[in-house]
């Protein structure tokens, strides 16, 4: 993993490669039921969809997390310290991680996204912004790995992951990737994490199938994508978003139902779709405070602190690493 400079940014490319989409789509469509992971909404398109989502009223994680960075800046500075390197796995536009920036004046920034265009688009607009900060972009699929290409050793390293994205990780899945956030920081390191809260399902539901349908959109443009870069035959028109709260699993499901019978090809293989079989093309658990708290626990990081909305809508935690169990 090499560097390449462009416009005062640092960046790494450590990008997957095709074979490893298309190797999950294919695996993932001959699996029953079928199934695609999250992840691979992120292409160029599906990342501005993406920040489309996070305006829309009916998306409460952004703006109340947005709020809490605000409300609570200098209480997090307190936390954290000064002059750290601050790592963001799943770094989109960057936008939260700018209510962080005058507070904490970290000593460098290390942006990760799976979109190479987007991320060299988000940091470069950064780095011109805060002209004073040192920023390493990385490419990489973070969920598979936490690749530091800049990593002083004695630099007290703290992890930015807000939004909702742990939510995403099946909770054996999120234990792993907390280890691998754990490992990356080292003792002594931190984590400010985004943890979407359980509440009303109908706050839920409203959140994941906004009027504008830009979520139904987002969730279709992986046909698109699975179209443009593995030759694939869906027609979008056919298959229709569905989203809905599975109380019982204390999860948000996303799916993409067909709305006939019929058989798509992808990369010169058939799949055989029934009438209102759907592709499961994310998960986005919920938790209470306590529940995330001993999650997170079983990964080495203990909870220091844990702000929250008046409504209890979504909390902002910061953890510290006392074992790392990479």
Excluded at 201 to 223: C, E, K
Excluded at 265 to 275: K, L, W
Aim: net charge negative; proline share 7%; charged share 20%.
């Amino acid at each position: 993993m090499s560097p390449s400079t462009a416009n005062s940014v640092q960046f790494y490319d450590a990008h997957p490669p095709p074979t490893d989409f298309y190797a999950e789509v294919i695996k993932g469509l001959h699996a029953s039921p079928k199934q695609i992971p999250p992840k691979f909404f992120y292409d160029e398109t599906g990342s501005r969809l993406f920040d489309a989502i996070c305006d829309c009223p009916e998306y409460y994680p952004t703006r109340t997390e947005m709020l809490l960075l605000e409300r609570h800046a200098t209480e997090i500075r307190n936390l954290i310290g000064e002059d750290c390197l601050l790592i963001e796995p799943g770094s989109g536009s960057s936008q939260k991680v700018r209510l962080l920036l005058d507070a904490l004046q970290p000593a460098a920034y290390q942006p990760m996204d799976i979109s190479r265009r987007y991320l060299i688009e988000a940091a470069q607009n950064l780095a011109a912004d805060y002209p004073w900060l040192d920023v390493y972009a990385v490419c990489s699929d973070f969920t598979s790995e936490l690749p530091l290409p800049f990593s002083p050793p004695h630099r007290h390293k703290v992890a930015f992951f807000p939004g909702s994205s742990i939510g995403n990780f099946e909770p054996v899945d999120a234990v792993r990737f907390l280890q691998r956030i754990a490992a990356a920081v080292g003792p002594g390191g931190g984590l400010l994490i985004g943890v979407d809260l359980k509440k009303d399902p109908q706050i839920l539901h409203d959140a994941y199938n906004d009027a504008a349908g830009i979520t139904a959109d987002f969730n279709l443009n992986l046909l698109t994508r699975i179209n443009r870069e593995l030759d694939g035959e869906f027609d979008p028109a056919t298959f229709r978003h569905h989203a809905f709260y599975n109380e019982a699993l204390g999860r948000i499901e996303m799916h993409l139902h067909s709305k006939t019978h019929q058989t798509v090809s992808v990369a010169q293989q058939a799949f055989r779709f029934e009438c209102d079989e759907s592709i499961h093309t994310e998960c986005s658990y919920k938790y209470t405070i306590g529940e995330f708290a001993r999650l997170a626990g079983k990964s080495g990081l203990q909870l220091q602190q844990a702000w929250t909305d008046e409504q209890n809508l979504f909390s902002l935690q910061f953890y510290q690493v006392t074992t790392t169990r990479a």
